[in-house]
């Protein structure tokens, strides 16, 4: 089974829905650690809780970006991540950090990319008039939610929805979807060559619609 470690800022639902997954000793990962970079993340007494290793790695406590990166990259030696899967993780990382893990990298973001990038993906969603939105799987790179995508799922805006429904909706298939991709990267049916994204041996799967 290949060692995963999950990056997270917050609450944790996804990190949740992954720990769930790698519960079934079939699934091809394990979660073996959790980090956060603030010790006050939810998430973070959730994962403790299922006995997986957790540590905060703050900003507070590095002198750069360029340190706390670095911190980062060697407790992710220790743990001898294969994956590191970014799970509401608020914070950019630099692109020494993203190179050294390329391909080995995998963010959700909440919006059917490369619409809306960044923050308010569901506000802006709406805001658009846009009917469908969703959420997207992808391999991280030094663009900030550009890298090649590996998964995507769609749902209904419907008409009296608002921010806080539409994010609820695209949530629950957040949590249906992080567990599909990490487990096409776990097998090695999605894999980073030359900056896209090469799917052998899938079909439709990625694909939640
Ligand atoms: C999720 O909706 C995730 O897609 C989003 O933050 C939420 C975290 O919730 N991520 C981003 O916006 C990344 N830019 P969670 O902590 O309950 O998983």
New binding site residues.
Partial sequence: RKRVVIL????????NALIEATGDPAYPAEIVGVIADNADAK?LSVAAAQDIETVAITKADHADKAAMDEALDAKLKELRADIVC?????RLLSPAFTEKWAGRLI????SLLPLFKG?D?HERALKEGMRIHG?SVHFVTAEM?GGPIIAQAAVPILPNDDADTL?AR??GV?HQLYPLALRLVAEGKARMENGRAVLSGVGAEGSLL
């Fill in positions: 997270i800022s917050g609450r944790g639902s996804n990190m998430g970014l799970a509401g993780y608020m963010n959700i973001h909440p923050l993906t959420c939610d994010a695209v949530l957040e």
